[in-house]
């Protein structure tokens, strides 16, 4: 028999007296591990074990989240994708799924993108219309048509980084 497995015989009947002194209903978990070394970790899980209340449980002797562990950057990155597939309308998840409610923020912020760049599309051409009704019908003020192109210049400068999103 390896160290390995005596170990893991050894653990459980000691998890087993344990267990012969906990409250009703209590559950017992042995984690053992190496930092830097996620192979040579150990768990051992009572029967019934709620994964889940063994986080809560550790969170409510100190746990925080602003700690750093892979888990709270691997949920990060998850909860960062599904708002930038909101944002993008792409890849919707199923009702009921966790990361609905962050793919319906990034739905809402490409919404409103859309909302404001057609707006100041829209503002864009109107202003260009006018500074072309000005630049023909002649006698109007120059710094009337110099600031309209400066602005036209700026909005066209801020739509450049917004290409269309996909449609709906």
């Given at each position: 028999?390896s160290?390995v ?27 053992i ?8 970790d ?8 709620d994964?889940d209340?063994?986080?809560?449980a550790?969170?409510r ?5 602003d ?5 709270k950057?691997?949920?990060?990155d998850?909860?960062a994708?599904a708002?930038?597939l909101?944002?993008q309308?792409?890849?919707?998840p199923?009702?009921?799924?966790w ?12 919404e ?7 707006a ?7 202003l260009r ?5 000005i630049?023909y019908a002649g ?6 048509v ?8 700026v909005?066209d400068e ?6 269309p999103?996909?449609p709906?």
């Amino acid at each position: 028999m390896s160290a390995v497995q005596r170990f893991h015989e050894a653990a459980n009947d000691a998890l087993v007296k344990l267990s012969e002194h906990c409250l009703p209903g209590a559950k017992l978990a042995l984690v053992i591990y190496t930092p830097s070394q996620p192979e040579r970790d150990i768990v051992i899980e009572d029967q019934g074990l709620d994964r889940d209340e063994v986080v809560s449980a550790i969170r409510r002797r100190g746990l925080s989240i602003d700690g750093d562990n892979a888990y709270k950057r691997d949920l990060c990155d998850r909860i960062a994708g599904a708002m930038a597939l909101g944002y993008q309308n792409t890849n919707h998840p199923p009702e009921g799924h966790w990361a609905k409610r962050f793919w319906d923020m990034g739905r809402a912020e490409g919404e409103m993108r859309q909302e404001l760049t057609a707006a100041l599309q829209l503002t864009r051409e109107n202003l260009r219309a006018c500074q072309a009704t000005i630049h023909y019908a002649g006698g109007f003020d120059p710094a009337y048509v110099n600031d309209a192109q400066a602005a036209m210049k700026v909005a066209d400068e801020v739509l450049a980084k917004y290409p269309p999103l996909n449609p709906a």
